[in-house]
């Protein structure tokens, strides 16, 4: 369980560093500064780990190691060979840094609201419950006095929009 928790809160670890990463390279790209942005490329960590032949280049097969990272393959390939030099993966990966961002800004508003239908409800607003959310599924965690109000957290949980599942946690007293 304990694994499985920490997989769920990764990527909340991760934003910062993709947030800041994506600012460094937009701003490059941004300024018309493309030495600046060619040479992050090649120094980018996740270029170095996909190109696996060390050839200079990301092939189609090489971009799939990452998941989710294909989806802007396309769109970056300017010259349609099938392979993304260091200009047209940098745009590659601000597609992908774009998408995982907006992904941990849905699972945010869900677990806002999630939070806030906990807190207005008669029977669990005084409990300390917490809520993350991954892809839309929700891990409730904390104490609870009874396996009632559990079930009825779990419950509260699922009827918000955008909540794809609900786990929980969730500490019974009794």
Not at 54 to 67: K, L, N, Q, T
Request: positive net charge.
């Amino acid at each position: 369980m304990q694994r499985d928790r920490t997989r769920m809160l990764r990527p909340w670890s991760m934003s910062a560093s993709a947030a800041a990463v994506l600012a460094v390279t937009s701003a490059a790209f941004a300024s018309g500064d493309t030495n600046s942005a060619l040479a992050l490329g090649s120094k980018d960590r996740l270029f170095r780990q996909l190109d696996l032949n060390r050839d200079g280049v990301i092939s189609r097969a090489e971009s799939a190691r990452e998941p989710g990272f294909a989806r802007g393959f396309d769109e970056s390939d300017e010259d349609g060979d099938g392979r993304l030099n260091t200009r047209e993966f940098m745009r590659a990966r601000s597609i992908y840094q774009r998408a995982a961002l907006a992904e941990l800004s849905r699972d945010a508003l869900i677990s806002a609201k999630v939070k806030a239908t906990l807190m207005r409800d008669p029977k669990l607003g005084g409990l300390d419950l917490d809520v993350k959310t991954q892809d839309g599924v929700v891990l409730l965690t904390g104490k609870v006095v009874n396996p009632g109000e559990a079930e009825h957290a779990r419950h509260v949980a699922r009827s918000v929009s955008g909540v794809v599942a609900v786990r929980d946690e969730l500490v019974t007293l009794r």
